[in-house]
């Protein structure tokens, strides 16, 4: 027997769907705003998102910014393999990653010749080749690395698909 270790996933009605879609779309809106926006009044709106956020849901609100208007121009995805596949060793690899600001995303990885998959935003390429060779090729346990480069963000979403729930 399998022991079936997955949580049940949370009870979301359609008011705490628009919520979150609302909230997906702009996280700065103010608690009057998303009230206005899903037909709530605003003492109710503001329970829900709290009750969203104590369920874990709502894990955190962030600002997203433009990465080119900040000179960060190149994106790097990294496909990284390791010598051994220990659990010390996936710790300490994460563990390293998880110190480097221009990391935006690690997968740990299977269907690949590969063992992590890394987003990467730099300035430019002379940046990513510092990055590279002085941090990424530095890890202990790094075997091989294959980047690839963004060309264009043809989708660049944060929002989680909604349409599946109730």
């Not at 027997?1 to 919520?19: F, G, H, Q, V, Y």
């Not at 969203?52 to 990294?78: C, M, P, S, Y």
């Amino acid at each position: 027997m399998i022991a079936n270790n997955a949580k049940p996933l949370a009870r979301i009605d359609k008011t705490d769907r628009k919520i979150l879609e609302q909230l997906q779309s702009n996280g700065s809106l103010t608690n009057q705003q998303l009230a206005e926006k899903v037909g709530l009044s605003p003492s109710p709106c503001l329970r829900r998102v709290r009750t969203l956020e104590e369920a874990g849901i709502i894990v955190r609100t962030v600002t997203i910014l433009d990465h080119k208007k900040l000179g960060l121009a190149l994106t790097a995805i990294i496909l990284i393999g390791m010598d051994r596949h220990t659990p010390e060793r996936f710790a300490a690899f994460e563990e390293q990653v998880a110190a480097y600001p221009e990391v935006q995303e690690c997968y740990l990885i299977t269907g690949q010749s590969a063992d992590y998959m890394l987003k990467v935003v730099v300035p430019d390429m002379d940046h990513y080749h510092q990055f590279l060779l002085n941090r990424i090729t530095r890890i202990q346990g790094v075997s091989g690395v294959h980047s690839s480069f963004v060309l264009r963000r043809v989708i660049d979403s944060t929002a989680l698909p909604l349409g599946y729930l109730s």
